[in-house]
Nanobody, 124 residues
Framework: QVQLVESGGGLVQAGGSLRLSCAAS????????MGWFRQAPGKEREFVAR????????YYTPSVKGRFTISRDNAKNTVYLQMNSLKPEDTAVYYC?????????????????WGQGTQVTVSS
């Protein structure tokens, strides 16, 4: 069983930055792919980024590539999402998720564990 707790959300002006953190419990964190997803009001949850457990390869949805950076610290059981050059359309609840298969696909149905989410609001 893995528990995930996100933090770091808030209100920021367009062009600003935020860093989200996701702290995980459990012994197998380093072997899991970790993903970030987001859900805006009235929209479906969408993939943002992922980082694999072994090798740490990353993948981003095109709308955030070059602005967001996903990273992980396996010693701290934590995954991060550094968000720069934020836009109003980035406003959403952001969720981290763990995939025990380590595939880290851009499909929320492939993830086994989810955090409760943290709100990010970008004002224009």
């Amino acid at each position: 069983q893995v528990q995930l707790v996100e933090s770091g959300g808030g209100l920021v002006q367009a062009g600003g930055s935020l860093r989200l953190s996701c702290a995980a419990s459990g012994r197998s964190f380093s072997s899991y792919a970790m993903g970030w997803f987001r859900q805006a009001p009235g929209k479906e949850r969408e993939f943002v980024a992922r980082i694999r457990g072994s090798g740490g390869t990353t993948y981003y949805t095109p709308s955030v590539k070059g602005r967001f950076t996903i990273s992980r610290d396996n010693a701290k059981n934590t995954v991060y999402l550094q968000m720069n050059s934020l836009k109003p359309e980035d406003t959403a609840v952001y969720y981290c998720a763990a995939d025990s298969s380590n595939w880290g696909l851009a499909d929320n149905k492939k993830y086994d564990y989810w955090g409760q989410g943290t709100q990010v609001t970008v004002s224009s």
